[in-house]
């Protein structure tokens, strides 16, 4: 907080929630009365995400359920903390339509989160088998590639007008096992058009496979830095 920037804490890799959600509704609940208690007295800069990425067998209905609990928890310690609450299908922007949220609360922001296309921003991602096949796919930046983008924001655009709902995109980032200059036109235009459709960003992530930081050299990624805070001329 001393150095002026907002942070959100929100609730990451619980993978139990996700395989087995009857299971863990009581102890998800209960991680947020205790959580939201013991940060009831910090600044209004402090952020709560519900849960990050809701998938597999947290279904978006099901999860609509869990969050306006979530919700109601929350609000009997910090009735005036912002909360933010994400779509299902690992916060994709197809799963909006799918998100109901309390009508009454209005006091929250929701996220999704952006990788397209899949097969650039994943290529060679350890994590996902098959994609080591998508190593040297580029994007260049064209305006085919780039109105897959605005029809994508569009969406979100949309469904926040309509719900009038404030969307913040959460993460988006390209792995670094694509070329560089690819990741820094795609980073650059996705954070340019999130601008343009009024929508607040954070990149995924500091110092590790998508990183716009160098742990081993103590630099930035220049051309990463450069696209998502372009230096004013």
Known sequence: FKNDLNVIINIHH?????????????????????IAFHYRTYPESLYFELLNEP????????????????????????????????????NSIEALESLMLPEEERNLIVTVHYYAPFQFTHQG????????????????????????????FDVAFRWSQKYARPIFLGEFGAYSK??????????????RSAERYGFSWAYWEFCAGFGLYNR???????????????EQK
Not at 14 to 34: C, G, K, N, V
Not at 218 to 229: G, K, N, S
């Open 125 to 152: 991602a350890e994590w996902v088998p098959g994609t080591e096949k998508f190593l040297g796919t580029r994007w260049e930046g064209n305006e085919r590639e780039k109105k897959a983008i605005d029809s994508d």
């Open 178 to 191: 694509a070329d560089l200059e690819s990741r820094q036109r795609w980073t650059e235009y996705v954070a």
């Open 55 to 90: 998938h597999g067998a947290l279904k978006p209905l099901i999860w609509n359920d869990y969050a306006a609990e979530a919700i109601q928890i929350i609000r009997k310690s910090n009735p005036n903390r912002t909360i933010i609450a994400g779509s299902g299908n690992w």
């Open 216 to 230: 081993q050299t103590q630099r930035w990624v220049e051309p990463l830095l450069q696209a998502l805070i372009p």
């Open 14 to 34: 619980y993978e139990e929630l996700m395989e087995t959600p009857d299971l863990h509704y009581d102890r998800f609940l209960a991680l947020w009365e205790q």
